[in-house]
């Protein structure tokens, strides 16, 4: 049974290009998260997509944005990068009914030069 | 915004002890607390969890504590082993589903 896989492991980019990350979801799962985890700090919410729709945004500017497919995968972008953008980037399954945990994956690290 | 607290960055027990972890929260609008448990190059693995209405749940060597007029809740392990050594994250959650971490605790435990 796959767990949440994304892709990929590491990118590099140049400030104020544009990245997508990718995310495959835990089988049965509906619900994809996303989540930015900078250095030292705890993962804070990007966003939340359900029914290829996005349900719930954290405080993050447009240049973020998602999308999610009728397989429920879903892929994060992020347009004009700049600097403080470089950090680990988790995504996380869940099922939409009450409480189910969020099930990571092993994240991107994105290194913005 | 700090609205879920590990004050301890890190903690250092030895194996076979307990391991207590502290985390405060600020929000009375979280509704379930979980706790996650992150290897170095994996993401957050699922531990336990409890739902504000309780105020314990335990799962094998892991119990967690919730003292909600505190705003307070504690996780144990017991006994700690070699394994265990890892960063543990406090999570809240709001009704709509929205997770608030904590910084994270790295614990170690020594032989």
């Known amino acids: 049974d796959a767990g949440v896989t994304q892709s990929p492991t590491h990118l590099i980019k140049t400030r104020g290009q544009q990245v997508t990350l990718r995310c495959s979801p835990k089988?049965?799962?509906?619900?994809v998260s996303w989540y930015q985890q900078a250095l030292g700090q705890g993962p804070q919410f990007i966003f939340q997509y359900y029914e290829e729709e996005e349900r719930q945004r954290g405080n993050f500017p447009d240049r973020f944005s998602g999308h999610q497919f009728p397989n429920y995968s879903s892929e994060l972008n992020v347009n004009a990068l700049l600097l403080g953008d470089s950090a680990l980037y988790l995504c996380a399954s869940s099922l939409a009914r009450f409480n189910s945990p969020l099930h990571f994956g092993n994240g991107t690290r994105l290194t913005v030069t | 915004d700090q609205q879920v607290k590990q004050n301890s960055p890190s903690l250092s027990v030895q194996e076979g002890r307990i391991s207590i972890l502290n985390c405060d929260y600020t929000n009375s609008m979280f509704d379930y607390f979980l706790w996650y448990k992150k290897y170095p190059a994996e993401g957050p693995t699922f531990l336990i969890s409890?739902?504000?209405?309780?105020d314990k749940n335990e799962d094998g060597r892991f119990t967690v504590f919730l003292n909600k007029s505190a705003k307070h809740l504690s996780l144990h392990i017991v006994p700690s082993q070699p394994g265990d050594s890892a960063v543990y994250f406090c999570?809240?959650?709001?009704?709509?589903?929205?997770?608030?971490f904590g910084a994270g605790t790295q614990v170690v435990v020594t032989p």
């Open positions: 089988s049965g799962h509906d619900t």
């Open positions: 409890i739902s504000s209405i309780k």
């Open positions: 999570a809240a959650k709001y009704p709509w589903g929205k997770l608030q």
